[in-house]
T-cell receptor, first 113, second 112 residues
């Protein structure tokens, strides 16, 4: 079945360490997105990529970095510069065309202590 | 900037009750409107959408009508089930998912 796979589901890190969250899709979608979800805050866009080797900052990109070397993969690195990294991170993808829906992975819950 | 306001939750209902979750938006122009649902421990799924005024989106017994006069897109269901317990997000965009603006979400809890 086609879909988006995020791993791991839970991730624990010590403060000051960088950590990379994985996102892989086999939907052949061109565009991929990273969102951050905090309780009672809705979703906020971190980064997005509409094509391989190109990506743009979203609303809250500071302290995060991404790469898009392959169409299927869009890993997110949470750096030590991110002041409040503990959150639920969601990856999504979409095809081209106005009627293409946004598909989400099941998320990674990152806890930094 | 654009914004979406949803009623605060949790909304608690008994099975077979009528559901309304209010959503209003602030935007210049006429965006496309969406409802997404997030079940516990999962990502979001598109529930329904409407792309122009007076459109009605519907899916799985849920409905929402795009009302430009009241800038609203309220979600309704005639008879909820326990399996409908989830968080519901209203969202808007003018030009694709890179500009999707979400509300804060409304949790729905349905008891047997």
């Amino acid at each position: 079945d086609g879909g988006i796979t995020q791993s791991p589901k839970y991730l624990f890190r010590k403060e000051g360490q960088n950590v990379t969250l994985s996102c892989e899709q086999n939907l052949n979608h061109d565009a991929m997105y990273w969102y951050r979800q905090d309780p009672g805050q809705g979703l906020r866009l971190i980064y997005y990529s509409q094509i391989v080797n190109d990506f743009q900052k979203g609303d809250i990109a500071e302290g995060y970095s991404v790469s898009r070397e392959k169409k299927e993969s869009f890993p997110l690195t949470v750096t030590s510069a991110q002041k409040n990294p503990t959150a639920f991170y969601l990856c999504a993808s979409s095809g081209t065309g106005g009627n293409s829906p946004l598909h989400f992975g099941n998320g990674t819950r990152l806890t930094v202590t | 900037g654009d914004s979406v306001t949803q009623m605060e939750g949790p909304v608690t209902l008994s099975e077979e009750a009528f559901l309304t979750i209010n959503c209003t938006y602030t935007a210049t122009g006429y965006p496309s409107l969406f409802w997404y649902v997030q079940y516990p421990g999962e990502g979001l799924q598109l529930l329904l959408k409407a792309t122009k005024a007076d459109d009605k989106g519907s899916n799985k017994g849920f409905e929402a009508t795009y009302r430009k006069e009241t800038t609203s897109f309220h979600l309704e269901k005639g008879s909820v089930q326990v399996s409908d317990s989830a968080v519901y997000f209203c969202a808007l965009t003018f030009s694709g998912y890179s500009t999707l603006t979400f509300g804060k979400g409304t949790m729905l809890l349905v008891s047997p």
